[in-house]
């Protein structure tokens, strides 16, 4: 199984809303990302997970909430987006986060912030 | 901050044309090269990757690509494009920040093969 599965795929929230984004793989990856990426623009690195522990944070407004409960998932807790946070968001994993190994992608999650 | 230069933004080829999309990039160590691929309604995939050792790499469907070290470079090539080679391309780069590794992407190419 090489599938990063990611829920859910629409997402409509206001402003004042708390949502949370989901994303599980089952390959025994030990590192897990989360991109942004806005139409007709490159994923850009929100957060880094190795081993279950944050290891990179891309300077995210702490309006992005990562989590790691264990090593399959990894979620996104949004709360007080603005509408310039509507995007796709990406997660991806990966063996391990030594840059020696390919990630693999999930199909996103699109946001939309009304 | 590491950047991705992808040189060709939009690329329109007929079936049975070559195809060359640059990529380069400013760090100046030891990097992690890679080039995904994203078909139209699907999610990004590997297309090649180069770590080490031989700087020409094979990749899926006949795609290859040239690491020059020199002219921080890493150009995928295909000999022959097919229609369902169109798809948007990115070259990403990973770099040691700590102990880890920051993935850097390109802005990617869209490819448009005309049967």
């Known amino acids: 199984d090489t599938e990063v599965t990611q829920t859910p795929k629409h997402l409509v929230m206001g402003m004042t809303n708390k949502k949370s984004l989901k994303c599980e793989q089952h390959?025994?990856?030990?590192?897990m990302y989360w991109y942004k990426q806005k139409a007709k623009k490159p994923p850009e690195l929100m957060f880094v997970y190795s081993y279950e522990k944050l290891s990179i944070n891309e300077s995210v407004p702490s309006r992005f909430s990562p989590e790691c409960p264990n090593s399959s998932l990894l979620n996104l807790h949004l709360h007080a987006l603005q509408p310039e946070d509507s995007a796709l968001y990406l997660c991806?994993?990966?063996?391990?986060?030594?840059?020696?190994?390919?990630?693999?992608f999930g199909p996103g999650t699109r946001l939309t912030v009304t | 901050a590491q950047s991705v230069s992808q040189h060709n933004h939009h690329v329109i080829l007929s079936e049975a044309a070559s195809l060359e999309l640059g990529c380069n990039y400013s760090?100046?160590?030891?990097?992690?090269l890679f080039w995904y691929v994203q078909y139209p309604g699907q999610h990004l995939q590997l297309l090649l990757k180069?770590?080490?050792?031989?700087?020409l790499v094979k990749g899926i469907k006949g795609f290859e690509a040239e690491f020059i070290k020199s002219k921080f470079s890493f150009n995928l090539r295909k000999p022959s494009v097919q229609w369902s080679d169109t798809a948007e391309y990115f070259c990403a780069v990973a770099t040691p920040s700590g102990g880890s590794y920051i993935p850097t992407f390109g802005r990617g190419t869209s490819l448009i093969v005309h049967p």
């Open positions: 760090y100046g160590g030891t990097v992690n």
């Open positions: 991806a994993s990966s063996q391990d986060d030594r840059g020696s190994y390919e990630q693999y």
């Open positions: 180069y770590f080490s050792g031989d700087p």
């Open positions: 390959m025994g990856h030990r590192a």
